[in-house]
């Protein structure tokens, strides 16, 4: 008899301090490839990630505005949410997996070593005369 994994699904719960009180998301975790590809890319201009989020959702309690009706839990309804709301449970469900933030925006000089301190490793060293 062999081993059925179960895809480990985080539940999201934003909680009373938060802007989105009451929201909650399922997102499955990811496949070891997909973090790899996640982890190469880091810097980049972040659509990586929104279909990764996209492709591991499963769902919401999020509604309509207006007619209270639940919002589906496809592309196109992530894609018409606003961007600080997707931009929250993005980085919510990347601290859930990685433990950390979502990757820096691109732009970042995060991991570049300082000039200073390449300039003080080039020294070469000197000998001392007897």
């Known amino acids: 008899m062999g ?3 179960n895809p480990k699904v985080y539940n999201l719960v934003f909680g009373d301090d938060t802007e989105y009180a009451g929201l909650e998301v399922q997102v499955r975790t990811l ?3 997909q973090l790899l590809r ?3 890319k ?3 201009d972040g659509t990586g990630t ?3 989020f996209v492709q591991r959702l ?3 309690n999020l509604e309509d505005e207006n007619t209270g009706d639940p919002i589906p839990v496809t592309r196109e309804a992530v894609e018409d949410q606003d961007d600080d709301l997707i931009n929250a449970i993005i980085k919510k469900w990347t601290t859930a997996v990685f433990g950390v933030s979502a990757p820096l925006e ?3 000089d995060s991991g570049v070593i300082s000039p200073v301190e390449s300039m003080l490793t080039e020294i ?3 000998s001392l005369a007897s």
Do not use: H
Request: no cysteine; charged share 15%.
């Open 3 to 5: 081993y059925k994994r």
């Open 106 to 108: 691109s732009g970042s």
């Open 42 to 44: 880091e810097g980049s």
């Open 124 to 126: 070469p060293s000197q």
């Open 38 to 40: 996640v982890w190469a």
């Open 58 to 60: 499963v769902g919401w």
């Open 50 to 52: 929104f279909d990764l």
């Open 31 to 33: 496949t070891m490839g």
